[in-house]
């Protein structure tokens, strides 16, 4: 059984940090490329940023650009998600994803796989 489980979600200032940690098991992680998205409270999801299965690709949205950083760890099967300077719009349930296929341009339906998210609150 695949399982891809976010951890690292909470409550912050304004201004303070956070790092998301995306474990996966039941499949072969160095074949797949990584993605974490995130939905708000009445908006739709979004891709914040993806990784390619080699890391030779990242991807970040223009929105987070500067302030959150991906990275992966094949040998532990965790991509992480460093996320600094944050501010209330960043407030949501991220989501972390998996899928055979690298692109930049990732619908969340088309993910092989999906974690169960991780709530992030952002407020004084």
């Known amino acids: 059984e695949v399982q891809l489980v976010e951890s690292g979600g909470g409550l912050v200032?304004?201004?303070?940090?956070?790092?998301?940690?995306?474990?996966?098991?039941?499949?072969?992680?160095?074949?797949?490329?990584?993605?974490?998205?995130?939905?708000?409270?009445?908006?739709e999801r979004e891709e914040v940023s993806c990784v390619s299965s080699s890391q030779g690709s990242i991807?970040?949205?223009?929105?987070?650009?500067?302030?959150?950083?991906?990275s992966r760890d094949n040998a532990k099967n965790t991509v992480y998600l460093r996320m600094n300077s944050l501010k209330p719009e960043d407030t949501a349930v991220y989501y972390c994803a998996a899928r055979r296929t690298y692109s930049s341009s990732?619908?969340?339906?088309?993910?092989?796989?999906?974690?169960?998210?991780?709530?992030?609150?952002?407020?004084s």
Do not use: H, M
């Open 13 to 43: 200032q304004p201004g303070g940090s956070l790092r998301l940690s995306c474990v996966a098991s039941g499949l072969v992680f160095e074949d797949y490329a990584i993605g974490w998205f995130r939905q708000a409270p009445g908006k």
């Open 59 to 70: 991807y970040t949205a223009n929105s987070v650009k500067g302030r959150f950083t991906l």
């Open 106 to 123: 990732w619908p969340y339906e088309e993910s092989d796989y999906w974690g169960q998210g991780t709530q992030v609150t952002v407020s």
